[in-house]
């Protein structure tokens, strides 16, 4: 595998991406979860 700066950040943006969307989800289901 050959090591790119670009895809270094791209990788890096993903993660903390899918960490952010996975928050929300955790947020959002414990919320309904409180609220039912």
Do not use: D, N, Y
């Given at each position: ?5 670009i ?30």
């Amino acid at each position: 595998m050959t090591t790119q700066p670009i895809k270094k950040t791209m990788s890096t943006r993903t993660q903390m991406l899918l960490a952010g969307g996975l928050t929300i989800t955790l947020g959002f289901s414990v919320t309904i979860g409180v609220l039912s």
